[in-house]
């Protein structure tokens, strides 16, 4: 027996679920070869695969990472809550500079630095502690507020700190170039999430709908500023993109992904989205040889 479904009913209530749906259960209700654009499956020519000559140079594969953060900082490295702390910088010993960089703040206000790392969340631990050394011998230090990377030695082995300079004053122009080291307006200019999306959707095919690559920016974060290049795909196909996600107090993406209001109806919501996807991609194809169209 066939029951009519109601559109707008079934939107209105699909609303906290396509999310929960289209990330967590893609698999369920991907259709194999109606995913639009065809994309090349894995092979020697795949995007991103290194050639025979490149191989050396790879990591062996025991080695190589599975996953990716990357933490792109605006305004620069600071010695608070960042990656990059040398405490003989600003010391009262250096004269004019004395007070500066790590020393700026330490003992002044309503907190010490100290009782502020804590309150948010460092307890008592030391306020840095040793990562690595840098080009001149200094020892770089992990600053108070990223205690939670310095909880995770596993993140910390893999772990490398990039410092880049450029002479861009507005951040207009300078996080494009920052983020994707292409400056605004070049047609190449790309960022990091979209070259994995790209190389992992070939290796994943039509199968697998959820984005392999996420930009998750801070809720500060100004449209002027020109951050939508964190999601830029530049000369790749427009299924490279990365899915930004902004965070904020009146962001529900991380409770709508356990599909609560959903319930009971999971199966039953699955196999409505199923049904409409594949009423959709059908419309997308010509109807003489079921080929996509492309856009």
Known sequence: MTRKIDRRRFIQAASAATLGAGLLGCNSIAQPGHAGLPLRTAGPNLWGVPSA?????????????????????????????????????????????????????????????SQAAELCGGGKMPLYEPFSTDSNGKT??????????????????????????????????????????????????????????????????NTHLAPYSYVIQQPSASANENFEVATATGLHHSHSRPLGIRLGPHNDFVKRLHRASVGKHGVAFDQALKHYLSEYRAGLNFHANGQAIRA
């Open 53 to 113: 000559a490149q191989m050396q140079a790879m990591l062996p594969q025991s080695a190589q990472a599975q996953s990716m953060l990357e933490v792109f900082l605006l305004g620069g490295l600071n010695p608070w809550d960042t990656f990059y702390v040398v405490p003989e910088h600003g010391h009262a010993s250096q004269g004019d500079f004395a007070r500066h960089q790590w020393w700026t703040f330490q003992n002044q206000g309503e907190l010490t630095l």
């Open 140 to 205: 770089i230090n992990l600053g108070p507020f990223i205690y939670p990377l310095r909880q995770r030695p596993d993140i910390l082995a893999r772990m490398r700190v990039y410092v880049l300079r450029h002479d861009i004053e507005p951040h207009e122009g300078a996080v494009p170039l920052a983020v994707t080291g292409s400056p605004l307006g070049a047609p190449a200019l790309c960022s990091t999430g979209a070259h994995f999306e790209r190389h992992f959707r070939g290796l994943g095919g």
